[in-house]
Structures are given as structure tokens and as C-alpha cells.
């Protein structure tokens, strides 16, 4: 029986270590939906075969909302290796313990580290988010895609000048006619932005200091600012806005610049779209590269980052998403240089002193002017949740349009009046009896 219960148990374990080495050949990738280049998966399983020797098959899986994620990771629920959040969430895994450094070790193969060629923009935007742990986000994150939220505009309806400032959004002329995309964290931004601006030009406060505090005030004040803009406000997206717009029927969309990039391109030369991002500001935000810490292959998720960083697959990305990626080597400058394009832009802020005056399209690398009044979000937890309940509340809230009172109104006096004429032919006739 001694012998019996053994051999079970020693089967138990090749089990476990067989299941073990199996899940060494899986890579559990979870990023934003419609964010990665055509066949950027098959290349780095290829890639990784040819530089390791081993086997890996990556399962892709999407999302819209990476907060409920960050949930299932905090509650031990998540069974993944590479998390692609926005910078605010990977500030907030960080300090929650709840991420795995990244191990550059692979060099000592003589695999190259592109990760090094982010541009140092992004690096100083992401160095704050680990500043208050005592951590180094460099360890930690890796910058991906980044880029702005603003307004994008089908010029048959809308004016640009009509759009310069947020206020376009109390406007009855655009009542029901925005799309907003779905995304509570930017449009907080880009109200607190609204409101304090005549604060941030006489420099009494300034937009980062708006941003990373979120204070029961301003909290108010953005939920207030919500619900006067809510008539304007015609439906709520994360991916269907982009085509909304590029089909031509529809005025104008709060979107990301990546999005409107994509719409302009897919609509063509017959409808005449623009970005802006209004002068009282708006956010700028990165995606980041992370390792949960219940990460079952974080070797391979590692390896995985990198050759995300590689300029020609970070171009694959680029080309597919309409999003700028956080590399800036040569190649990458190379490649977005387009001399067709008139106005020459200064992008050393990005690429570098090299970068000085470049034509490059000013949607996908916004002028430096543009990112001076643009704030990074940083992370306030349980306040952050806070906007979300606002904003989910908000987006239930029914707009009924004026016309439809007026009929329902119509309609009543028409039904009064004719109870009122039957009630009086039935008290003639009583009354005749």
C-alpha cells in the first residue's frame, strides 16, 4: 500500500513539473485592444526560438479597462506575465509591491538592449512614479506607445477656431454631437485643465501639481463641469470612435491623437479631419511595459519588452496604431521624417539636438508648445475610483433633448383637450335626457 501511495505521489509531481516546464513554453501577453504591429507575434516567437533555442507560444489577450485587471492582480486572481497599463497604474502596482523588476540579463548572450534607446522625455515622465517608493521605474516600466488626448474635428461642421478652447463642450451647438472616448482618467485632465486655467497662466498653481493631486474640491468641481457638458455628449467609446469619425458622418471627438491619426488616415482625402488640443491644455499620457509579480514566465516576458523596443518592430507598432512609440534611435527619426510635409518642427525634446527642425507630422510628435500645456497624471488610488463612479454615473445619465418635451407637451394638450370636448358632449347629452 506504502508502495502504491508513492508511486501516486511521485506521478503527482512529474505532473507538476511537466505542467511546470509547459507553461515555461507560454508567454500570457494582456494589452489595450488594437495596440500591437500586423505579425509582431509571430516574429518574436521566431525570434525567440532563434536567439534561445526553446519553444514559446504567446496567448494575446485584450482589454479596455485596465483597472479591473490591476484588481484580479492585487486579489492573486490574474494569471498572466506582461501587463501593458497607463502610467498611472503602473505607479499604483508599484506601490502595491505587485510588479517584478526586468531582468536585462539577456545581453550576457549578446542579445542586444534596445530598451535603452527610449527617449529620455519619456524616461523624466516615468522617473516620478517610482520616486516615492524609493524606486527606480526604469527597474520596473518600460515606456511603449505614449501620445495626447484632444480633439479631433470633421471640418464639413465644425471650425477649428470653434475648438481652441474647451469650452466647445457647454455649447448647445454641439449638443448630442461629441463623441467621448471612455476613458475617465484623461477627461479628468482635460477639465481640471479647463478649470483652473486663468489659476495656471497667472502661475498660481500649475497643471502636473492639478494632475497628481486630487483633492474632494476638485473632484467636485470636474463633477459639476460633467454634468453641464453631458447634453453636448452623444455616445462613449474606446475603439469605435476612431471609425465614427473616419466614415465622415460625425462632427467632432474627445479621442487620443493615436485614434485621430488612424481616422484621418482611413478617411482619405474626401473628408477633411483635424487634431487640436485646446490652449487651456489637456494630458499627456504613456503606456508602459510591466511584469506582475504572479508572472509564471517573467524570462520570457523580459525578452518580450525588448524586442518590443526593437526600432523596426516598435515601427510595425506605429504603422498599425497611429501611436508614436517611446523609442527614439535614429531609425525611428529616420523613418517618421517626411519631407512633403511643409512646416519643420523642433523634436530635440524627443529625438534629440538632431531633431532640431524636422518634418515630421506634428499629430503623432506634437510640438513642444503642445506638450508645455498638456499635465501627466499620476496616481491617487481610491480617488481615481472615485472619478470612475462619477463617470460611469454620468455616462447612465439620459439626455432628453428639448423637442421631445415640447411634443410629450403637444401631445398632452391635445389629449386634454379632447377628454375635455368628450366630457362636455357627454354632459349635454345627460343633460338633454
Known amino acids: 500500500m506504502k508502495r502504491l501511495l508513492a508511486i501516486f505521489v511521485s506521478m503527482l509531481c512529474m505532473l507538476g513539473i511537466q505542467a511546470q516546464n509547459d507553461r515555461q513554453q507560454i508567454l500570457k501577453v494582456y494589452n489595450w485592444d488594437e495596440y500591437i504591429g500586423v505579425g509582431v507575434i509571430e516574429k518574436f516567437e521566431q525570434w525567440y ?3 534561445t533555442g526553446n ?3 504567446v496567448e494575446y489577450t485584450t482589454y479596455d ?7 484580479q492582480i492585487l486579489n492573486g486572481q490574474a494569471d498572466f506575465d506582461i501587463f501593458c497599463p497607463p502610467e498611472y497604474l503602473a505607479e499604483r502596482m508599484m506601490k502595491h509591491g505587485i510588479l517584478s523588476p526586468i531582468d536585462t540579463s539577456f545581453v550576457e548572450k549578446g542579445i542586444p538592449n534596445w530598451m535603452k534607446y527610449t527617449s529620455p522625455f519619456i524616461d523624466g515622465l516615468l522617473k516620478h512614479i517610482g520616486e516615492n517608493q524609493g524606486l527606480s521605474a526604469k527597474d520596473y516600466t518600460v515606456a511603449y506607445l505614449w501620445g495626447t488626448t484632444g480633439v479631433l474635428i470633421n471640418k464639413k461642421y465644425v471650425k477649428p477656431e470653434e475648438v481652441y478652447s474647451w469650452r466647445f ?3 448647445s451647438k454641439f449638443r448630442k454631437k461629441v463623441i467621448m472616448k471612455d476613458s475617465f482618467s484623461d477627461i479628468y485632465n482635460v477639465f481640471i485643465n479647463y478649470a483652473y486655467y486663468d489659476d495656471v497662466k497667472s502661475g498660481a498653481t500649475n497643471r502636473n501639481l492639478l494632475a497628481e493631486y486630487m483633492t474632494n474640491r476638485n473632484i467636485a468641481i470636474v463633477e459639476d463641469l460633467l454634468s453641464k457638458a453631458r447634453p453636448q455628449m452623444k455616445s462613449f467609446g474606446v475603439e469605435e470612435d476612431k ?4 466614415d465622415g458622418s460625425n462632427w467632432l471627438s474627445v479621442t487620443w491623437n493615436g485614434d485621430a491619426r488612424w481616422a484621418m488616415d482611413e478617411a482619405g482625402e474626401s473628408i477633411d479631419l ?14 508602459c511595459w510591466v511584469i506582475p509579480s504572479c508572472a509564471k514566465n517573467p524570462e520570457a516576458a523580459s525578452y518580450w519588452i525588448n524586442f518590443l523596443c526593437r526600432p523596426d518592430i516598435a515601427l510595425l507598432c506605429m504603422e498599425e496604431t497611429g501611436y508614436s512609440s517611446a523609442i527614439a534611435s535614429p531609425e525611428i527619426l529616420k523613418a517618421v521624417t517626411d519631407n512633403s510635409i511643409k512646416e519643420a518642427i523642433d523634436l530635440s525634446y524627443f529625438f534629440g539636438p538632431d531633431a532640431a527642425a524636422v518634418h515630421v507630422d506634428s499629430v503623432m510628435y506634437p510640438k513642444l508648445s503642445t506638450i508645455e500645456r498638456c499635465s501627466f497624471l499620476r496616481d491617487s488610488g481610491d480617488r481615481q475610483e472615485v472619478i470612475r463612479e462619477i463617470w460611469e454615473k454620468m455616462k447612465s445619465t439620459r439626455v432628453i433633448d428639448y423637442w421631445q418635451i415640447a411634443i410629450i407637451g403637444c401631445l398632452l394638450g391635445v389629449l386634454s383637450i379632447a377628454i375635455a370636448l368628450i366630457y362636455r358632449r357627454i354632459k349635454i347629452a345627460t343633460t338633454k335626457e
Open 49 to 51: 526560438k532563434e536567439v
Open 55 to 57: 519553444t514559446i507560444k
Open 65 to 71: 479597462y485596465p483597472e479591473d485587471m490591476f484588481a
Open 169 to 171: 463642450l457647454f455649447d
Open 243 to 246: 471609425r465614427m469619425m473616419a
Open 274 to 287: 483635424q487634431y487640436v488640443v485646446p490652449q487651456e491644455g489637456s494630458d499627456c499620457w504613456v503606456d
